[in-house]
């Protein structure tokens, strides 16, 4: 064995102690829940693994299991784009669990016919293929929004998600919102009795049938029809204007009041030029970490994950297509994470 082998050997192990006591030993943090921003989140965590030592795993397994692992206390924190209901968060009455957002996405209507052409939809038309009320790609209803394409005569086939998804919740909001048939009928929530179609795990598994099925229609985060080629719908707001999922658009739709738990929907947005089904996704945790034998330094560890996911995580967000954090909601979010306590006392000071 070579004495630079050695030496090399030796400064390594130096600097793995010195990481180690840096971050009180504690290697890794779990989390679980909402693929919609998995695209994002695996870059951060790979990034922060880098810049710390810390291994962030995440499993993108749909928002309900991330609530439900949370509740569960068997990960550090949990993802969701569908926010806890007083229902749910009720299940942790002695140990409150916070949301803060981490960015904005967009869930896009994305499709598989002829061409993939650029189309436009309105709510009622979504509703109606949602429905199943609109059953072939040549339907009045389509021709009349798409003159210029030539709309084939195959019929649609409906693809949803099939686990309990903040996607669908997203997707669902948006449609109680603007059909009343909608909200009569099957209502919004994370799962739901589809009237139609077929169910794909995950947003990954979404865009992998529509991407199989020709004529097929679906909905998706942004992200996942770009990294699958898929095209996506402009859709009319309530200003009547066809806005195109955009990093502008998406971010436009986020000018609304931003109560203090930042638990809102934004959703048919006010904002004129907004892309009407945008949303925040959140990170949930409880607010008192000394719990299930949690230390202290674990404790620590995640809270500066959090730190850094809404400061300096936000420069990797644009480049997946995720909307940064508009500054009153790192404002709020910051008054979130410092609230976080161990024995009662605050971790960040």
């Known amino acids: ?21 840096a971050t009180g030993g504690v290697k890794d943090l779990t989390g679980a829940g909402a693929t919609f921003p998995y695209p994002l989140y695996a870059r951060w965590f790979d990034i922060y693994h880098n810049e710390t030592g810390i291994q962030v795993n995440y499993q993108a397994i749909g928002s309900g299991g991330g609530i439900r692992q949370l509740l569960n206390k068997t990960v550090d924190f949990g993802g969701t784009d569908a926010f806890m209901n ?33 189309l436009k939809l309105t709510p009622k038309v979504i509703s109606g293929i949602f429905l199943g009320k609109i059953t072939r790609w040549n339907d009045p209803k389509l021709v009349q929004l798409n003159p210029e394409v030539k ?6 086939v409906v693809v949803h998600r099939s686990d309990g998804s903040g996607t669908t919740f997203v997707f669902s909001d948006y449609l109680s919102k603007v059909s009343k048939e909608w909200a ?36 998706v985060e942004l992200a996942f029809a770009e990294k699958n080629n898929l095209p996506y719908a402009s859709i009319k707001n309530k200003h009547g204007k066809f806005i195109k999922p955009t990093l502008k658009s ?42 299930g034998k949690r230390s202290y330094e674990r404790a620590k560890e995640l809270i500066n994950l959090f730190w850094w996911m809404i400061h ?26 410092k609230s976080a306590t161990y024995n009662g006392k605050p971790i960040l000071r």
């Open 151 to 156: 709309l084939p005569s195959q019929k649609i």
């Open 1 to 21: 064995m070579s004495k630079k082998f050695i030496v090399n050997l030796m400064l390594g192990a130096l600097m793995l102690t010195g990481l180690l006591q």
């Open 312 to 337: 300096q995580g936000q420069q990797y967000n644009e480049d997946l297509l995720y909307g940064k954090l508009p500054a009153p909601v790192i404002k709020t979010a910051e008054k979130i994470i």
């Open 184 to 219: 009569r009928r099957v209502g919004k929530g994370k799962s739901l009795r589809w009237p139609v179609g077929l169910g794909g795990k995950g947003n990954p598994g979404v865009a992998g049938l529509i991407k199989q099925i020709s004529g097929s229609i679906g909905y």
């Open 250 to 291: 998406i971010s436009l739709a986020a000018k609304v009041n931003i109560p203090p738990d930042t638990r809102v929907s934004i959703t048919d947005t006010e904002a004129p030029e907004g892309y009407p089904i945008a949303s925040f996704t959140w990170i949930i945790f409880y607010r008192e970490q000394n719990y």
């Open 86 to 118: 007083d229902r749910e968060l009720a299940k942790s009455p002695e140990n409150p669990i916070l949301h803060f957002p981490t960015c904005l996405g967009a869930v896009v209507i994305t499709y598989n016919i002829p061409g993939n052409p650029e």
